[in-house]
């Protein structure tokens, strides 16, 4: 049993001229790679192998993040399933010369560890300690059944 602290990862990212588009905002892309590094990370973290990413629920972007703000990211493991673990991942966005601070984005990301074959190896379980994890615990099957439900469906209906 390992704990979801264990797991956390910080990201700290300076949004440069390359990260953004005309407007001067980061990239949608760019940033939704920096979510899947650090959501990778706290897998690995957790499991001690290497993980790839099987899915990534809904991302949305609430507000722009400019060239020359400070990116944040913060992810840990919510839960682990047999083989598949899912990464809860905040995004805060920092205007460094006002100090200012706002959440821009959450995701939930799904992982699964696995060997140099590609096959899917046990995951060590995850306890979660304060409310607040207990919480995402508990909702974490709910999201994982609502997940598979989508795919299943998705499934059928192409025959
Ligand atoms: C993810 C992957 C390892 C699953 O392998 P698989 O042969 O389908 O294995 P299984 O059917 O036994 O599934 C393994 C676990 O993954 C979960 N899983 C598989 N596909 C999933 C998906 N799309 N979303 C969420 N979970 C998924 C299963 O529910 C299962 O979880 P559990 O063991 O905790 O019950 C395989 O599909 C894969 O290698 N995908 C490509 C990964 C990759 O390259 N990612 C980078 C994207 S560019």
């Known amino acids: 049993m390992k704990s ?7 990201m700290t990212e300076l949004v440069l001229p390359n990260d953004t588009n005309y407007l001067g905002n980061l990239l949608g892309g760019r ?33 722009p993040i400019k060239l020359g703000h400070v ?3 913060r992810s840990v493991l919510t839960r ?10 905040e995004v805060w966005r920092e205007d460094p010369l006002h100090g200012s601070r706002a959440r821009t984005s ?26 607040d994890e207990k919480v995402r615990f508990e909702e974490a099957a709910i999201r994982r059944e609502n997940r598979l439900r989508a795919r299943e469906t998705m499934k059928a209906l192409r025959g």
């Open 71 to 73: 990116v944040h990211i």
């Open 80 to 89: 682990a399933f047999r083989t598949s673990m899912e990464v809860y991942v």
């Open 31 to 63: 940033l939704m790679h920096w979510v899947d590094i650090a959501a990778a990370l706290s897998a690995q973290r957790h499991s001690g192998k290497v993980c790839v990413t099987a899915s990534v629920d809904e991302i949305s972007f609430n507000e």
């Open 4 to 10: 979801p602290e264990e797991s956390v990862v910080i």
């Open 106 to 131: 959450e995701a939930y990301l799904t992982f699964v560890a696995i060997d140099q074959y590609g096959k899917p190896l046990p995951a060590p379980q995850l306890e979660p300690i304060t409310d």
